[in-house]
Protein backbone atom coordinates (compact mmCIF):
# COMPACT_ATOMS: atom_id res chain seq x y z
CA UNK A 1 0.00 0.00 0.00
CA UNK A 2 1.18 3.31 -0.59
CA UNK A 3 0.15 6.66 1.30
CA UNK A 4 0.25 10.27 0.03
CA UNK A 5 0.23 13.34 2.31
CA UNK A 6 -0.61 16.73 0.69
CA UNK A 7 -0.07 19.53 2.20
CA UNK A 8 -0.07 23.95 1.33
CA UNK A 9 -3.58 24.58 0.49
CA UNK A 10 -5.94 27.54 1.28
CA UNK A 11 -6.90 30.90 0.49
CA UNK A 12 -5.12 33.45 -1.18
CA UNK A 13 -5.53 36.10 -3.54
CA UNK A 14 -5.84 36.82 -7.32
CA UNK A 15 -1.57 37.32 -8.74
CA UNK A 16 -0.43 35.27 -5.16
CA UNK A 17 1.58 32.31 -4.78
CA UNK A 18 0.80 29.06 -2.84
CA UNK A 19 2.99 25.46 -2.64
CA UNK A 20 1.75 22.70 -2.11
CA UNK A 21 3.75 19.46 -0.85
CA UNK A 22 2.85 15.42 -1.21
CA UNK A 23 5.10 12.87 0.67
CA UNK A 24 4.26 9.43 -0.43
CA UNK A 25 5.70 6.48 1.45
CA UNK A 26 4.91 2.60 1.48
CA UNK A 27 5.55 -0.04 -1.25
CA UNK A 28 6.46 2.31 -4.00
CA UNK A 29 8.06 0.37 -7.38
CA UNK A 30 10.58 2.73 -9.51
CA UNK A 31 10.22 4.17 -11.41
CA UNK A 32 6.94 6.05 -10.72
CA UNK A 33 5.56 9.36 -11.48
CA UNK A 34 4.07 11.50 -9.42
CA UNK A 35 1.83 14.27 -10.15
CA UNK A 36 -1.27 17.07 -9.06
CA UNK A 37 -4.32 16.90 -11.09
CA UNK A 38 -7.83 19.24 -9.86
CA UNK A 39 -11.55 18.97 -9.59
CA UNK A 40 -13.28 21.96 -9.48
CA UNK A 41 -17.16 21.79 -8.55
CA UNK A 42 -19.17 20.33 -11.33
CA UNK A 43 -16.04 19.50 -13.29
CA UNK A 44 -14.52 16.49 -14.17
CA UNK A 45 -10.89 15.75 -12.43
CA UNK A 46 -7.94 17.30 -14.63
CA UNK A 47 -4.48 17.27 -14.73
CA UNK A 48 -2.36 19.87 -13.81
CA UNK A 49 1.30 18.74 -13.76
CA UNK A 50 3.78 15.65 -13.61
CA UNK A 51 7.26 14.67 -13.37
CA UNK A 52 8.61 11.57 -13.75
CA UNK A 53 11.23 9.48 -12.10
CA UNK A 54 13.63 10.68 -14.64
CA UNK A 55 12.75 14.81 -14.14
CA UNK A 56 10.46 14.69 -17.20
CA UNK A 57 7.78 16.96 -16.62
CA UNK A 58 4.18 17.60 -18.01
CA UNK A 59 2.02 20.60 -17.75
CA UNK A 60 -1.87 21.77 -18.81
CA UNK A 61 -1.72 24.55 -21.16
CA UNK A 62 -3.67 26.58 -18.68
CA UNK A 63 -0.83 26.45 -16.06
CA UNK A 64 2.63 26.54 -18.45
CA UNK A 65 4.48 29.34 -17.43
CA UNK A 66 2.49 30.16 -13.89
CA UNK A 67 3.30 26.62 -12.35
CA UNK A 68 6.02 24.46 -11.79
CA UNK A 69 6.59 21.03 -10.57
CA UNK A 70 9.56 19.74 -9.00
CA UNK A 71 10.29 16.62 -6.75
CA UNK A 72 12.72 15.68 -4.35
CA UNK A 73 13.29 12.05 -5.07
CA UNK A 74 15.53 11.53 -1.62
CA UNK A 75 12.53 12.20 0.00
CA UNK A 76 9.68 10.76 -2.21
CA UNK A 77 8.16 14.50 -2.15
CA UNK A 78 6.78 16.31 -5.22
CA UNK A 79 5.92 19.74 -4.92
CA UNK A 80 3.62 21.96 -7.15
CA UNK A 81 4.52 26.54 -6.76
CA UNK A 82 1.54 27.77 -8.28
CA UNK A 83 2.30 31.84 -9.20
CA UNK A 84 -0.15 34.17 -10.29
CA UNK A 85 -3.52 32.58 -9.14
CA UNK A 86 -6.72 33.08 -10.71
CA UNK A 87 -10.06 32.18 -9.46
CA UNK A 88 -10.18 29.75 -11.99
CA UNK A 89 -7.31 27.77 -10.51
CA UNK A 90 -9.96 27.14 -7.51
CA UNK A 91 -10.31 23.60 -6.80
CA UNK A 92 -9.00 20.63 -4.39
CA UNK A 93 -5.87 19.28 -5.80
CA UNK A 94 -5.15 15.70 -5.38
CA UNK A 95 -1.34 14.37 -5.46
CA UNK A 96 -1.20 11.44 -7.26
CA UNK A 97 1.88 8.52 -7.60
CA UNK A 98 1.49 5.95 -10.20
CA UNK A 99 4.12 2.68 -11.02
CA UNK A 100 4.23 -0.69 -12.78
CA UNK A 101 3.58 -2.56 -9.60
CA UNK A 102 4.73 -6.26 -9.14
CA UNK A 103 2.92 -8.11 -12.10
CA UNK A 104 3.22 -5.33 -14.31
CA UNK A 105 -0.20 -3.73 -14.41
CA UNK A 106 -0.57 -0.05 -12.79
CA UNK A 107 -1.12 1.24 -10.09
CA UNK A 108 -2.26 4.27 -8.92
CA UNK A 109 -2.63 5.73 -5.76
CA UNK A 110 -4.28 9.10 -4.89
CA UNK A 111 -3.73 11.77 -1.85
CA UNK A 112 -6.69 12.97 0.34
CA UNK A 113 -7.28 16.46 -1.43
CA UNK A 114 -6.26 19.65 -0.27
CA UNK A 115 -8.51 22.84 -1.41
CA UNK A 116 -6.73 26.25 -2.97
CA UNK A 117 -9.49 28.90 -3.09
CA UNK A 118 -8.42 32.03 -5.41
CA UNK A 119 -10.65 34.59 -4.13
CA UNK A 120 -10.11 38.69 -3.22
Known amino acids: QVQLVESGGGLVQPGGSLRLSCAAS????????MGWYRQAPGKQRELVAS???????NYADSNKGRFTISRDSAKNTVYLQMNNLKPEDTAVYYC??????????????WGQGTQVTVSS
Open 26 to 33: GRIFNPFT
Open 51 to 57: ITSGGST
Open 96 to 109: NTWFMGKWGTREDY
